[in-house]
């Protein structure tokens, strides 16, 4: 896989360091076993009540091409000039309502958020690549995978053996090779108040 291991400031979890979102997939098949791992690790995220809000609807490239075909299709024409390569692909919704008491739940999507990020983490753990993407159709996405009302769609993700720039269009090549960046500590931590420079 190619190394775009974070230039962190501070040591951190060797997972969350190796992460980031390669758009150069092979075309390997993702396996049944290692699709089960991936949505256990999003089984086991924390949800507000313990809700567990996320649906997740799949498909693998090798196993399930008619579905895999379909989910291709809702994605932007962005996201198609690369995410057919993965071996596996995701869309997340979030189930906005309390299956309880049908009152809203305002934090679902930081629910299924949780639950993507674990999956993502997990996927390095397996050797795959993750990619999460927002440019594809919500309303195809809504009318065409079956999804029960009151569940939105947020995210679709790639999962895939990682491969070479190479593979990619000259453009979205440049873009596998980019420095990666991240804004400091100082901008988003802030001591007791917002705008206090947070002390480390
Ligand atoms: C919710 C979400 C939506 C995203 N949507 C897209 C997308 O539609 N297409 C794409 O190529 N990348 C997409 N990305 C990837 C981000 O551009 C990427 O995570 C960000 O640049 C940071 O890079 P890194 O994940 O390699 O650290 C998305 C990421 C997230 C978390």
Same mark, same amino acid.
């Given at each position: 896989?190619?190394? %775009?291991?974070?230039?962190?400031?501070h040591k951190?979890?060797?997972?969350?360091?190796?992460? @980031?979102? =390669?758009?150069?997939?092979?075309?390997?098949?993702v396996?049944?076993?290692?699709e089960?791992t991936?949505l256990? *690790?999003a %089984? @086991?995220?924390a949800s507000c009540?313990?809700e567990?809000? @996320?649906v997740?609807?799949t498909a &693998?490239?090798?196993?399930e091409?008619e579905?895999?075909?379909?989910l291709v299709? #809702?994605?932007? #024409?962005?996201?198609? /000039?690369w995410?057919?390569?993965?071996g596996?692909?995701?869309?997340g919704f979030?189930?906005?309502?309390f299956?309880?008491?049908?009152?809203a739940?305002?934090?679902?999507?930081y629910?299924?958020? +949780?639950?993507?990020?674990?999956?993502?983490? +997990?996927?390095? $753990?397996?050797?795959?690549g /993750?990619?999460?993407?927002?440019?594809?159709?919500?309303e195809?996405?809504? /009318?065409e995978l079956?999804? =029960? $009302?009151?569940? $939105?769609? #947020?995210?679709?993700?790639a999962f895939g053996t990682?491969g070479?720039?190479s593979?990619?269009?000259e453009?979205l090549a $440049? &873009?596998?090779? *980019?420095?990666r #960046?991240r804004?400091?500590? /100082?901008?988003?931590?802030?001591?007791g108040?917002?705008?206090v420079?947070?002390?480390?």
């Open positions: 896989m190619t190394d %775009r291991t974070a230039p962190v400031a951190i979890n060797a997972l969350m360091q190796a992460r @980031w979102s =390669p758009r150069a997939f092979t075309g390997a098949p396996t049944a076993a290692q089960a991936l256990e *690790a %089984r @086991w995220a009540f313990n567990q809000p @996320w997740f609807i &693998r490239k090798a196993d091409p579905a895999f075909a379909k299709s #809702v994605l932007s #024409v962005n996201n198609q /000039s995410a057919p390569q993965a596996l692909l995701m869309i979030h189930r906005t309502t299956a309880a008491n049908g009152a739940n305002a934090v679902a999507m629910d299924l958020g +949780q639950a993507v990020a674990q999956m993502a983490l +997990q996927a390095v $753990e397996l050797g795959l /993750s990619h999460q993407m927002r440019g594809f159709d919500l195809r996405a809504r /009318s079956g999804v =029960p $009302e009151r569940h $939105e769609p #947020v995210v679709a993700i990682v070479a720039p593979l990619l269009p453009k $440049e &873009r596998e090779v *980019a420095p #960046v804004k400091p500590i /100082s901008d988003f931590a802030h001591l108040q917002y705008g420079p947070v002390k480390l």
